[in-house]
């Protein structure tokens, strides 16, 4: 198939849509990866990644008819999955109860025999919702701070200033 950019594939899959998804296809393909990643690491659950991820491409197809350029197509493919994860985590809430102790007691016990990548995981767990989806879509996606502000609709210098701060806590909770 011919290559084409983003913008030409959008316009392209939006005419051909329903019936030929070829172009579509070609404009998620190489997105795949870092959504599934994403899901993966918000949700910590592979079935319910793929859940989501699979709510995503269907969102994304069944809307793409009325796809706007007010944001990137990339972008927008995020904010869905950001959409869909959280509809996740929404019908599981009953099930996850933690109790504080027990979680701080068993993250002491396994922090000795930890590597670096996994601490790492550890600590963002710890952090809010909206903290660590920010860190994800950072370093997991690669997504500039703007399309992350877009995402998550929130201003952009609350996106740099919860950064920063997040920064901060991961750095100086490295030191203790």
């Known amino acids: 198939?011919?290559?084409?950019?983003?913008?030409?594939?959008?316009a392209l899959a939006q005419e051909s849509l329903p019936y030929d998804t070829r172009?579509?296809?070609?404009?998620?393909?190489?997105?795949?990866?870092?959504l599934k990643g994403y899901c993966v690491k918000v949700l910590s659950n592979q079935s319910d990644a793929e859940d989501a991820v699979q709510e995503t491409i269907i969102k994304a197809l069944t809307n793409l008819k009325g796809f706007k350029w007010l944001?990137?197509?990339?972008?927008?493919?995020?904010k869905i999955a950001h959409h869909e994860c959280i509809n996740k985590i929404r019908d599981r809430?009953?099930?996850?109860?933690?109790?504080?102790?027990?979680?701080?007691d068993s993250l002491e016990a396994k922090l000795p025999?930890?590597?670096?990548?996994?601490?790492?995981?550890?600590?963002?767990?710890?952090?809010s919702f909206v903290d660590r989806n920010i860190m994800l879509l950072?370093?997991?996606?690669?997504?500039?701070?703007?399309?992350?502000?877009?995402i998550c609709e929130m201003k952009l210098s609350a996106v740099k200033m919860r950064h920063k701060r997040i920064l901060e806590f991961l750095t100086g909770a490295n030191r203790h």
Do not use: C
């Open 1 to 10: 198939m011919n290559s084409f950019n983003e913008r030409q594939l959008v």
């Open 23 to 34: 172009f579509f296809q070609q404009l998620i393909t190489p997105y795949m990866p870092k």
């Open 71 to 78: 944001v990137s197509f990339k972008v927008w493919l995020f």
């Open 93 to 104: 809430r009953w099930d996850i109860i933690h109790s504080d102790d027990d979680y701080l």
């Open 113 to 127: 025999e930890e590597d670096l990548s996994t601490l790492i995981s550890t600590m963002l767990e710890n952090l």
């Open 138 to 150: 950072r370093y997991r996606t690669g997504l500039e701070f703007q399309e992350i502000a877009d």
